[in-house]
């Protein structure tokens, strides 16, 4: 059977600069005067409950991934720890992020990218930037992860040079009075939790690196670590920023704003234009190439088990690299582009989708002791295993609470969709499970000894 990219060449850095591109993408230049206007200057609370609460919800996550070395991401969880009903359920699952959160952030990042590009240049044709900047993303995940990640680590760099920038220069123009109402926890307590909940967009990320253990170096030891650090490193930086943020400018100019306003307001203009070539444009090519890479893998094993045509998880003979799963999601990118769609509700909904899947994996992964117990003995991160199963409830707990305030502000008609998808993604499994007498889906063991 054909194996995903097994060139190992991700190191800790790489693994790093992945991860903390991957959260501080397009999340942080948007949605942070959104949660501005949700709880005003509290959104810096907000921002350490978001990052709090995400790392609790990939814990278990962090522990498996110091175990074994997972060749298809979460969904070798899964099917590893759940069997072939929860794997098939989290295929469907991953599908909506698959279709609907990544085709709107892969959208976004080059419609936003092309938006600073012409305010920098007025005049540049929008979609032939936009969808220039897809292309370029595209081909270097064709060439291969190497490529990719090396390209990620100069960024990176760029990118946390910018944002240092922006926070330094901006605490001294930070008003007195950050702590004072009206403008702090505005919306009281709710209205604190709808931003932490809304903020799990920029927060989240970092436990996707799951997904690169077959090119990892050392995964049992690099990826557990890299997602801590990159978390550790994410929260301090979004921390600075969200004070400069929120508290230079009236509450009633930053909320729904970008963070290019504030940066004009703080930064010397050469200064001003590094942070948006270096911070926000860069943000958004980080995202999107790190979503390029974190993406593919699930769905090709998905692909060589049977849940989908294996043709389409083939790997280029000369790349190793997923092209169809790679130029699907470029082709639908540049035809949403193109067309101008409005992908909001997609993502809204597709977002809530994926997050059930994480729900899946956290509750698998209560079995991980029972099902590897001699890989879990000699893991770097083991800890007593009534522990374990305590640290695997809270992230339950955790993921259900942002589900809750996600819900919440869903629509009637979209709450109705994520009903009968969820239906639908049973039945799908169910389905599948019984085709061939049950042998339409063979689950491959995609998991190793690091």
Known sequence: MEKQNSEKVLGLFELMSIAVGNVIGGGIMSVVGVAIGLTGRSVVIALIICS????????????????????????????????????????????????????????????????????????????????????????????????AAMAQNIMVLVLIIALGLFSFFGFGHVAPGFFDPPDFMRSGFFGLMYAAALMNFACGGAGHIVSFGRQSKNPTRDIPIAILLASLVVTVIYGMVAVVAAGVLPISEVEGQSLAKVAFQVLPYPLYLFFIIGGAMIALVTSLNALMGWLPPPVVQACQDGWLPRKFGTLNQRFNTPHWVLLFIYVMAAFALIAGMDLDSIATVGTFLSNIGTLIVVVTLLRMPKVVPALWEKSMFHINNTLYYVICGAAFIVCLVFEYFLFDILSPFQKVCIVVYGVLSIVYSLIMTRIKGGNQVQIETSYEEA
């Open 52 to 147: 709090l609460m995400t790392l609790i919800s990939i814990m278990p996550k962090i522990f498996t991934s110091a175990t074994l070395r997972m060749n298809g991401g979460e969904y070798t969880l899964a099917a590893l720890m759940g069997g072939k009903f929860f794997a098939g359920v989290y295929v469907a699952f991953w599908l909506t992020n698959f279709f609907g959160a990544s085709l709107y952030c892969t959208s976004f990042a080059c419609t936003s990218f092309a938006q600073y590009a012409l305010e920098l240049v007025p005049g540049l044709n929008f979609k032939v930037v936009a969808v220039g900047m897809l292309t370029i993303v595209f081909l270097l995940n064709i060439i291969g992860i190497k490529v």
